[in-house]
Nanobody, 127 residues
Framework: VQLQASGGGLVQAGGSLRLSCAAS????????MGWFRQAPGKDREFVAF????????YYEESVKGRFAISRDNAKNTVYLQMNSLKPEDTAVYYC?????????????????????WGQGTLVTVSS
């Protein structure tokens, strides 16, 4: 599977962006999807996860109530709506496909649990 992330850009603090991640290939609807981010000089970290069956997402504590993950299986796309953005949200954002066909969420925060990654899209939040 190939993943193509888009939607990043420059936004002022308090603003919003919606990231998209389009997946090629079949069976998109049978895999959980995650968003991660990597700020300059820092390790890549978990942001949000949505299971293959959809429903409520799982979030990193600092983005709860501000970010929302969703998916449109008809379009093979997962989204990350980001509201009330803060300068500390500045990072390259990556989408990734969880290992395992129709698997349970498991340790969705673990990067090693994902087998396909998009190229990343840069989000810059100015103060």
């Amino acid at each position: 599977v190939q993943l193509q992330a888009s939607g990043g850009g420059l936004v002022q603090a308090g603003g919003s962006l919606r990231l998209s991640c389009a997946a090629s290939g079949r069976a998109f609807s049978s895999y959980g999807m995650g968003w991660f981010r990597q700020a300059p000089g820092k390790d890549r970290e978990f942001v949000a996860f949505i299971s293959w069956s959809g429903g409520n997402g799982y979030y990193e504590e600092s983005v709860k109530g501000r970010f929302a993950i969703s998916r449109d299986n008809a379009k093979n796309t997962v989204y990350l709506q980001m509201n009330s953005l803060k300068p500390e949200d500045t990072a390259v954002y990556y989408c990734a496909r969880r290992i395992g066909w129709r698997s349970s969420p498991g340790d969705y925060r673990d990067l090693n649990g994902y087998d396909s990654w998009g190229q990343g899209t840069l989000v810059t939040v100015s103060s």
